[in-house]
């Protein structure tokens, strides 16, 4: 029986494991997709809604799909998967288009219409961006919005709900305002209707007047003394219907004022099959215009941009022959010919061709009724030839090349490209670049040719030998490149070093027959603390005739020199020569003053004057007038600013994953490390190994007495509680609400006010936490965050696990 239960057991503990770590890695996966190792993803596992995440987190960083494929390639996902998964996204979204298709349609209120036109236009493709004008009525600054803020239009005629306002003044003041009845009349008070439908404004003003004239004698005779105005108020609305391959067609409601135009805008303008050149504006059955928008889109025509009146149609027909011209053309687009247009007149709607089109030929690719054809038009055709419904032009650019150029480059006084006539040599090309600089290297020059297979050969020339005729002179082909190189590209840049102490130290160029002086005046003079006793020069060794190594490095000489740069007679006869290398020493007489700190609880802190090189610690207290009474001297702490190496050092260790703490008896901050000193024992024995020597730079901190602990790191709730003497580290960590779950017990070490550490030490079983002083930081540590097993890693645990538990019951089955 106990037997059977030490197998099951190991069994079921073996299943267990790795079925939750399976379950584990499958909702690591889920959680961030784009920031896990996808080497071992399958796609087809993955669900729906895992896939959609993937899609909302690409969303969220503003990754497109290739974007998308990038991050999980690099990921490690293989190229397979990544096809798979875009099939995967591609179908979602795809289901999510039908989707909304399948939603019932709104019903648009009037003064709604350019809500839903804006929403169908954010609608179009690309593709269909590219038909020629489509964009016209899709503009947000370009409305066709009629005005009624101007005079009415002469030839305006009057009609059912027009609003006249008549003012009469002068002996008699009255105003009226009338609205034309849908019998076309006005009634006037004491006057009756007056029949106004029909006539334009000036021909309704007379009738009106002639009629109040029954009313208000002064308006008669030679001197009247009454006066009356007619005028329109309230513009009536007219309906008009839009109809054919209009974007939304229907009947729109629009101000009397209103003209073709505004009327296409509201409806969207001409669909995509929809004519942008024969749109017909039909009134009483009658085509009264025939409207070409190509007017208005190439020359700002808008002599057909009739005023609309009720009742009107708006017919916009199917277009009938589209041709698209690519390439170089200022507007490159589809665009709409008449059956008798030929190819010049689309180049003139394109805008004609760019400064880099090659218009000797052009190739139209054209639809015939079974396949494909290409055609090649010559440039004294193009205004003969017919276009076709379908036909593709491209105009491609010109080559990027020149027929006639040559360069020259290097020690010439207008080096660049120069145009290449004929039979011009070598020496005619450097007299066009003004000559040969004086620096010039005639021995050998370099002329680089193109090979009639494109290939670069060098001809090497001397041009010396050219000039002189000693040597023909060589005719030069297209492309060539003469390279003329200075003699100072042939050596080494020649220079004379300063180091040591002068005022601005660094390398100088080389001068013939410089003096020493010279040199160290070029440097800004002598520094301070420079040594007068010696100026060393170090001469490089160079013998390039021999064949056998040398132990000389270098040829040293030695120079006296005052502080006016005075040299005696060797040294003024002395000349510098390329890569000397001049050192001016420090003198050993010369010390900078250097300063400490003490700061806190000293009688007299601020800075000091270390007066020698030993001075320490103690020295400093009694300078500064010894410890008040409120000194807290355990927590005394030397601050020392970090040199190059520590804080080197200190990167490295911050660079280090590790989950040991190294650093137990010193900190460091990135520019200043603080120093554990105890200042008891200093004051007890000075110039003691504990009484530090001081540097400069260093400073002495001296605070009151601490009355707080400050626990952070991993805890429940990190605070700063009062101290309390005889706790201990547990007490203090339950006042934090005890550890967190990812706390290192182990690892919890306490930092001291003065800047020393002490750490927890284990030994077995037992654990022995470091003691708390006033002031301290009980600091721990967070477990290091484990990377996530793969499924492969656990499987091979779990089999592990299993083989395991089959010996255990081997070795129990042989007992």
């Known amino acids: ?65 290739q974007d998308l494929e990038a991050q999980a390639i690099s990921r490690g996902m293989p190229y397979s998967e990544v096809q798979k998964l875009r099939q995967r996204i591609s179908g979602l979204q795809h289901q999510r288009d039908v989707d909304m298709a399948d939603e019932p349609e709104r ?61 009469v003044w002068g002996a008699s003041q009255r105003s ?21 439908s029909g006539l334009t404004i000036e021909r309704a003003s007379e009738l009106i007047i002639s009629r109040l004239t029954t009313i208000y004698s002064g308006l008669r005779g030679p001197s009247p003394n009454t006066f009356a105005q007619v005028s329109l108020g309230s513009v009536r609305s007219i309906k008009v219907t839009i109809a054919g391959d ?89 665009y709409e010919l008449r059956e008798s247009e030929t190819l010049s007149d689309l180049i003139d709607y394109s805008g004609g061709f760019t400064a880099s089109a090659y218009k000797k030929r052009l190739q139209v690719d054209r639809k015939t009724e079974s396949q494909r054809q290409l055609l090649n038009v010559e440039t004294d055709l193009y205004s003969s030839f017919l276009m076709r419904n379908g036909d593709i032009i491209r105009v491609g650019p010109i080559l990027e090349r020149y027929d006639n150029r040559v360069v020259i480059e290097g020690a010439v006084f207008r080096e660049g490209e120069y145009a290449l006539t004929e039979g011009m040599t070598v020496t005619e090309l450097i007299s066009r670049a003004e000559g040969l600089r004086e620096d010039a290297f005639l021995n050998r020059a370099a002329l680089y040719r193109l090979r009639d297979n494109l290939e670069t050969e060098i001809i090497e020339l001397n041009i010396s030998h050219i000039i002189d005729g000693a040597v023909p002179d060589i005719p030069l082909q297209r492309e060539d490149i003469l390279m003329i190189s200075s003699v100072f590209d042939l050596q080494q840049e020649r220079t004379v070093r300063v180091v040591g102490e002068v005022n601005s130290p660094g390398s100088f160029p080389y001068a013939h027959n410089i003096q020493l002086g010279e040199i160290i005046r070029k440097a800004g003079g002598l520094t301070d603390a420079a040594s007068l006793a010696i100026v060393e020069v170090a001469r490089r060794t160079s013998d390039r005739t021999t064949t056998s190594p040398v132990r000389r490095i270098s040829e040293i000489f030695t120079f006296p020199i005052d502080g006016q ?63 008040t009474e409120d000194a807290y001297i355990p927590g005394a702490t030397l601050i020392r600013q970090a040199n190059g190496e520590q804080t080197a050092r200190i990167r490295q260790l911050e660079a280090l994953e590790t989950d040991e703490v190294e650093i137990l008896d010193e900190t460091f901050e990135e520019e200043e490390q603080r120093i554990g000193i105890d200042l008891e024992r200093i004051l007890r024995n000075p110039y003691s190994i504990h009484d530090l020597i001081l540097m400069e730079g260093d400073i002495l901190s001296i605070p009151q007495e601490f009355q707080t602990v400050r626990l952070t790191g991993s805890l429940l709730h990190p605070v700063t509680t009062p101290y309390r003497e005889r706790m201990g580290v547990r007490g203090y960590v339950a006042n934090a609400g005890g550890f967190a779950d990812n706390a290192m017990k182990r690892k919890v070490y306490v930092l001291y006010p003065n800047g020393s550490v002490d750490r927890t030490r284990n030994f077995l079983l037992f654990r022995s936490y470091p003691m708390v002083e006033p002031g301290s930081e009980i600091i721990v540590p967070q477990k290091p965050e484990r990377q996530p097993r793969t499924l492969q890693e656990t499987l091979a645990i779990g089999s592990a696990m299993t083989s395991l538990a089959l010996v255990i019951v081997t070795l129990i089955n042989q007992f």
């Open 1 to 65: 029986m106990c037997k059977k239960f030490i197998i099951r057991f190991a069994i079921l503990s073996a299943l267990i494991f790795v079925a939750g770590n399976i379950d584990a890695d499958i909702n690591a996966q889920q959680a961030n997709l784009l920031q896990t190792d996808l080497r071992n993803i399958n796609v087809d596992e993955l669900s729906d809604s895992q896939v959609r995440q993937f899609i909302r987190e690409a969303d969220s960083r503003g990754l497109s799909m």
């Open 107 to 167: 019903t648009v209120a009037e003064d709604a219409i350019l809500s839903e036109r804006e929403l169908q236009r954010q609608l179009v493709s690309p593709e269909e961006l590219q038909i020629f004008g489509y964009e016209l009525f899709r503009r947000e600054n370009l409305t066709f919005e009629p005005s009624l803020n101007i005079p009415t239009p002469p030839g305006y005629q009057l009609g059912s709900g027009d609003e006249l306002i008549i003012e």
């Open 565 to 627: 740069l005075s040299l005696d007679d060797e040294a003024s006869s002395f000349t510098l020569e390329p890569f000397d290398l001049i050192f001016v020493r420090r003198s050993p007489g010369y010390t900078p003053q250097i300063t400490t700190e003490v700061r806190g609880e000293v009688v007299f802190p601020g800075r000091y004057a270390i007066t020698s090189k030993n001075e320490r610690i103690s020295d400093l207290i009694k300078r500064s007038g010894g410890l």
């Open 246 to 334: 209009a974007f939304m067609p229907g009947t729109y409601t629009l101000p009397a004022f209103a003209t073709a135009f505004n009327a296409l805008y509201l409806a969207g303008g001409p669909a995509q099959k929809g004519s942008f050149r024969e749109i017909r504006v039909i009134r009483n059955g009658e085509t009264v215009t025939n409207i070409d928008l190509y007017d208005f889109l190439l020359r700002g025509e808008t002599s057909l941009n009739i005023r609309l009146r009720d009742e009107d149609l708006i017919f916009i027909g199917p277009y009938r022959n589209r041709t698209t011209i690519a390439g170089q053309v200022k507007r490159p687009a589809i």
């Open 176 to 196: 009226y305002q009338l609205t034309v009845n849908p019998e076309g009349q006005i009634r006037i008070d004491n006057i009756g209707p007056v029949h106004v």
